[in-house]
């Protein structure tokens, strides 16, 4: 169940380059999100912008009731919400979309992010792991600075990481990375996001390998809630796909059934 909610903001920091740390307190929606899923928030104070903005929920404390979200500043909604400070609200719609659904006969499971698309896999693995599934994490950025906007050491995963300038770790592209463990840590699951054209190539990689999994897709957005069909994405096999919206019907989706453009 969604809910709209003023979010009381616990915390709100700058980690890696470029990145912020949001902790807002949001019992209802800590009890109700699942890995995958987002928060439509309105970055400002005002109605202006008017359009919320889509972030994935990046990690969960029930007990707390606390919800974090990791976010770049990339325009004019993100920068508006990186001037909010600690004991401000924040209004959310949430949590909203189709999360992650690992099916549960799979127990090595490759989570792997690009870029920001780090953000929805940290509470993902924290599920995969209270279930005692074997996690690897993937991250790739472009810099080691970079990687520093999600911490996976509080969990016990295999942890790899890729640098396209290869300040730390492989050079190169986190599929790269990927295609070059594969054999080592024999997946049987995986789970993805990040930009269109990482997620295209890993795809490919995954039908070359034949696994299995999902990957979370970002399109602009508008209502968030499925209305205004904005949002829209081809899923199906080429020549026979249909439009599906990714706020309502993803954002995450089977990575075989994607119809990249
Ligand atoms: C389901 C979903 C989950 C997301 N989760 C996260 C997250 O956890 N952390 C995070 O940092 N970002 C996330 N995004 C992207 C985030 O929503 C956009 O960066 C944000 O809306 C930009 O708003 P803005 O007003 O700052 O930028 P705008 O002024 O609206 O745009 C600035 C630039 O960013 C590009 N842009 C804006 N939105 C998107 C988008 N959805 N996809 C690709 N390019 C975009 C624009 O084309 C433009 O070049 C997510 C997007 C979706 C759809």
Request: net charge positive; glycine share 12%; proline share 6%.
């Amino acid at each position: 169940m969604s809910h709209v909610l003023n979010c009381k903001i616990i915390s709100h920091r700058r980690v890696g380059a470029d990145c912020r740390r949001l902790v807002l307190a949001a019992p209802q929606v800590a009890q109700a999100a699942r890995p995958g899923q987002f928060l439509h928030v309105r970055c400002g104070g005002t109605a202006d912008p008017l359009l919320r903005r889509p972030l994935s929920i990046h990690d969960v404390d029930q007990e707390q009731g606390l919800v974090t979200l990791l976010y770049r500043v990339v325009g004019r909604g993100t920068a508006l919400l990186a001037a909010r400070r600690s004991g401000e609200r924040v209004n959310v719609l949430g949590p909203l979309g189709r999360g992650f659904a690992p099916p549960p006969a799979h127990r090595r499971v490759a989570l792997i992010g690009g870029g920001l698309g780090i953000a929805p896999l940290l509470f993902l693995a924290r599920e995969l792991v209270k279930e005692e599934r074997e996690v690897w994490v993937f991250h790739g950025a472009r810099t080691a600075v970079e990687l520093g906007c999600a911490d996976f050491s509080v969990l016990p995963v295999q942890l790899l990481v890729a640098t396209d300038d290869g300040s730390a770790g492989h050079a190169g592209s986190v599929v790269g990375l990927f295609r070059e463990s594969a054999a080592k840590m024999r997946p049987d699951w995986v789970a993805a996001a990040g930009p269109h054209g990482m997620l295209r190539v890993l795809t490919s990689e995954m039908r070359r390998l034949d696994l299995p999994g999902e990957v979370s897709l970002e399109e602009r957005m508008g209502c968030g809630i499925g209305g205004c069909v904005c949002c829209s994405c081809r899923i199906g096999a080429p020549g026979n796909w249909q439009y599906r919206r990714v706020c309502a019907d993803g954002p995450v989706f089977a990575a075989a059934e994607v119809v990249w453009e």
